[in-house]
Every structure is written in C-alpha cells, then in structure tokens.
C-alpha cells in the first residue's frame, strides 16, 4: 500500500491543521493507520492511532484533547484534525500503516508515506 501525508504547512500558535493520509493499492479496513512525528534531533514518536476493528483511538499525552483521528474507509483516507496548536507541535508529520492489527507501533509498521511538514510559529 503507497501512503501519501499531506496539508502541512505554517500556522500561528493556537492555530489549525488538518493533515490527511490518502492510501494507494490497497483498501485500509484491514490497517491500524498511526500518525507519528519527528523534529529535528528527536526520535520518531507516535502521535495517534486508531485501529482497524473498532476504530478505537490512541492520543500521546502531549496531543490528547486538541488532536482527532479519524478515518473515511471510502474515500481510503485516515485524517488528523489538529487544533491549539503549539510551537512544540512543529515536526515533521507521518503516517503509516501496520496490517491486520489493533495497535501501531514506531517499530512495528508495515508501510510508511512520506512526512508533512508543520510548523507553528508566531
């Protein structure tokens, strides 16, 4: 499966992205699809799953309550609705896809997309 990040960009602090995480090749109802990030000099982190089951969700800490996975099966799109974000939000943004499971792992994904850029600065 080909994965594709895109809407990144530059926002002010308290701004909004949406990034989206079209898939190619293959239908996604049969991946967990995760979002991670990695800024310069950090390790990659997850950043939210959701799964391929019942969608549940998984939110970092750092996100939870401003960040909102979601997946449109149809259109074979997973999207991260980002709200207030924040300077430490600024990294480069992935998505991946990991078969037949209910949990995403950095180690553990089968496909990865090219990153996204953002970048929130005043």
């Known amino acids: 499966v080909q994965l594709q990040a895109s809407g990144g960009g530059l926002v002010q602090p308290g701004g909004s992205l949406r990034l989206s995480c079209a898939a190619a090749?293959?239908?996604?109802?049969?991946?967990?699809i995760g979002w991670f990030r990695q800024a310069p000099g950090k390790e990659r982190e997850e950043v939210s799953c959701?799964?391929?089951?019942?969608?549940?969700?998984y939110y970092a800490d750092s996100v939870k309550g401003r960040f909102t996975i979601s997946r449109d099966n149809a259109k074979n799109t997973v999207y991260l609705q980002m709200n207030s974000l924040k300077p430490e939000d600024t990294a480069k943004y992935y998505c991946?896809?990991?078969?037949?499971?209910?949990?995403?792992?950095?180690?553990?994904?089968?496909?990865w997309g090219k990153g996204t850029q953002v970048t929130v600065s005043s």
């Open positions: 090749g293959s239908t996604l109802d049969y991946y967990a």
């Open positions: 991946a896809a990991r078969a037949f499971s209910d949990r995403c792992d950095v180690y553990g994904m089968d496909f």
């Open positions: 959701i799964n391929n089951s019942d969608g549940s969700t």
